[in-house]
């Protein structure tokens, strides 16, 4: 093996990679399944992507001798370096406020994975109010938790409609909660005592806002960061309210 070959390409598809398109729903999907199913898919398409690209460079110098090969990569290079440069200094920016952004592929998966995690809360609170031998201000809690995460159900779903599959109108995210956190099963145990269920409650809360507030950062549309940042005060007073009764 060509060493020196070996560790170049590695370097530079390593860089390219990094912080892409990949990264960002390799790590949506493992919010929402699996994280070694989700490891292992995404590493077979990557390896699929490069067998195909491989073999492609391979049946060209079949055809084409390496000098051509050479020179044509130079002028491709060449020519995308001056088209970057030609859009930097001559072509007028479009404003940001003036473009209409939608979300594609990736964005609808960060919503789909934030309905998938309000649902899970919504049937844990309508499970955990119908239980007997709690204080009613608690029992109130959980029913009026539980009629909050439904209404917001009701507003990612809406968002989901509303919007086509155009344009991703997410950045790439760091720090989005494993998909442990997020689905803790907080009425798991109907025989339990409160306070464990308020604390797996609280943690769901809380990652559930880590969560909303991530994508508010990463989004690009005014109105979204909005709503995001809304429900992530939502969840964050959800959160304060169970602590509530710890005590």
């Known amino acids: 093996m060509n060493m020196r070959l070996f560790l170049s390409t590695f370097v530079l598809i390593f860089l390219a990679e990094l912080g892409d398109k990949t990264q960002l729903a390799a790590m949506a999907r493992s919010a929402t399944g699996d994280r070694a199913t989700v490891f292992f898919a995404a590493s077979s398409a990557l ?4 067998l195909i690209a491989v073999l492609f460079g391979s049946a060209l110098t079949r055809l084409v001798s390496e000098h051509v090969l050479k020179i044509a990569s130079g002028l491709l290079f060449l020519v995308f370096g001056l088209l970057i440069l030609y859009t930097a200094l ?7 406020a003036a473009v209409e952004v939608r979300p594609g592929m990736l964005a609808r ?3 789909e ?6 649902e899970a809360a919504w049937q844990d609170y309508s499970r955990l109010a119908e239980q007997g031998d709690q204080p009613p201000a608690l029992r109130a809690l959980w029913e009026r938790l539980a009629s909050e995460e439904r209404t917001h159900i009701e507003q990612l779903r809406h968002l989901l409609r509303e919007h086509g599959a ?9 720090s989005l909660p494993s ?9 798991a145990s109907t025989g339990a005592k409160a306070p464990p269920q308020l604390v797996h409650a609280i943690e769901h809360e809380e990652a559930t806002a880590r969560f909303y507030e991530e994508l508010a ?9 909005g709503l995001f940042s809304a429900l992530a005060v939502a969840e964050r007073r959800h959160a304060e309210e ?3 009764f710890q005590g």
């Open 113 to 118: 994975a934030a309905v998938g995690f309000e």
């Open 242 to 244: 169970l602590a509530g």
């Open 109 to 111: 998966i960060a919503l």
């Open 166 to 174: 155009v344009n991703d109108f997410v950045r790439e995210a760091a």
């Open 47 to 50: 390896v699929a992507s490069t």
């Open 217 to 225: 950062r990463v989004t690009h549309v005014a109105s979204l960061q």
């Open 179 to 187: 998909r442990a956190e997020l689905h803790h099963d907080v009425a």
């Open 90 to 96: 001559f072509r007028s920016e479009t404003p940001a």
